[in-house]
Structure formats: structure tokens, C-alpha cells
């Protein structure tokens, strides 16, 4: 079975500057990773999805993430954040198993501030 | 615009209440799943239905069944609420098994 940890239960960070949100896996077999976003009072959006190939993952709104196996990571990254991404987002992991199912991390709120 | 439509928005029930949470969605997809998400413990998966027809348990799916009697709709049902219920309900689906999820907006529910 996987699991997922987000670390960091809230983020406060200023407008324009730089946002990594931390995710870290455990599973015996090799993953699926994506990032979701949730805005207030909606349901979650995904950001990015890893898959395979390339461990660099663009996603909406200049968002990327970056597989490292080694690591067991998967960590969000913004170069310059805006007041609109103030959200809560959301680390999942599922095995590539077809049996598998879609498992969330806590989350992580991101608070973008003047 | 095609996507997930639950209902109700909110709602407010009384413990021992029986409750229908409803789902449906037009874009055809094969598999549906229920989550609930609490403050601090994320999203947690209740109930999922790969196909019409069958259904599966889901990390935490006492209290609650499903029923996918057709590919658009997927409602969720509390025989008989408790307060520990209390949540905020989402419905998602895919075009399968291994596709990203699409969720819904979302139901508050206050058992009381």
C-alpha cells in the first residue's frame, strides 16, 4: 500500500516570490504522482501529473513538479507566486497496479500575501 | 459544461437520520468514487465503482454504501447518520481506473 506526506501544513509566503510545497511517498512498486488544487468552498482541480518519461512536470497556472525516486519526492514549485494561487493543495499517489487507489496527503495551505 | 453535479450543497441532519448524497456526471466516465475530507486528515476514500454495476470499499467505507445502477449516476447513502459523519463529501470520477480524477463541488454535511 502507498502512502503520502505533506510536511508542511501551511505555507505563508509573499507575492512574487519563489514557493516549493513538499510531498514525500512510500510504496513498494512504482507510482503515479499529481499535485490537485483546491480553491475555498470547490472541489479539487489537478495541477500536474507524473506518469513516466520526463522527471520534470509542468502543470496550470506555471506550476512544475519534479519526480526524484531516490528521494521518494515529489515536490511542488512556483518560480513567482501570485495572490490568485492562495489555495489548498494536495499531494496523491496511486500504485501503477490497476487494483490501485488514488491516495491523498493532508494537504498543504498555501497563504500568498502583499 | 460538462463535469460532476452534487447535490445537496448542505445540509443539516439529525443523528439516526437516513441521508442520499447524489452524483452525477456527464462525461461518460467509467469510474466513480466518493471521499470525504476533514481538517487534517485530507481526503479519504469511502466508496469507488470501476464500472456500471460494481462497487468497492474504500479506506473508511462503514456507515455508508454506494449503489451504480447506471455510468452517470453515483449516490452515496448513510443508513443512519452519526455525528462522526460530519463532513465535507466529494464525488469524483475518471475515464478509468488509472485517469486522473475529476471532482465535484462538494456536499457539507452537519449531523447533529
Known amino acids: 500500500a502507498q502512502s503520502v506526506t505533506q510536511l508542511d501544513s501551511q505555507v505563508p509566503v509573499f507575492e512574487e516570490a519563489p514557493v516549493e510545497l513538499r510531498c514525500n511517498y512510500s510504496s513498494s512498486v512504482s507510482v503515479y504522482l499529481f499535485w490537485y488544487v483546491q480553491y475555498p468552498n470547490q472541489g479539487l482541480q489537478l495541477l500536474l501529473k507524473y506518469l513516466s518519461g520526463s522527471t520534470l512536470v509542468k502543470g496550470i497556472n506555471g506550476f512544475e513538479a519534479e519526480f526524484n525516486k531516490s528521494q521518494t519526492s515529489f515536490h511542488l514549485r512556483k518560480p513567482s507566486v501570485h495572490i490568485s494561487d492562495t489555495a489548498e493543495y494536495f499531494c496523491a499517489v496511486r500504485d501503477t497496479g490497476t487494483a490501485s487507489k488514488l491516495t491523498f496527503g493532508t494537504g498543504t495551505r498555501l497563504q500568498v500575501t502583499l | 459544461i460538462a463535469g460532476i453535479t452534487q447535490a445537496p450543497t448542505s445540509q443539516i441532519l439529525a443523528a439516526g437520520r437516513r441521508m442520499t448524497l447524489r452524483c452525477t456526471q456527464d462525461?461518460?466516465?467509467?469510474?466513480m468514487y466518493w471521499y470525504r475530507q476533514d481538517l487534517g486528515l485530507g481526503l479519504r476514500l469511502i466508496h469507488y465503482s470501476n464500472t456500471a454495476g460494481t462497487t468497492g470499499k474504500g479506506e473508511v467505507p462503514d456507515g455508508y454504501s454506494v449503489s451504480r445502477a447506471n455510468t452517470d449516476d453515483f449516490p452515496l447513502t448513510l443508513a443512519s447518520a452519526v455525528p462522526s459523519q460530519t463532513s465535507v463529501y466529494f464525488c469524483?470520477?475518471?475515464?478509468?481506473?488509472?485517469?486522473?480524477?475529476?471532482f465535484g463541488n462538494g456536499t457539507r454535511l452537519t449531523v447533529t
Open positions: 462525461m461518460r466516465h467509467n469510474a
Open positions: 469524483a470520477s475518471s475515464e478509468s481506473s488509472n485517469s486522473p480524477l475529476h
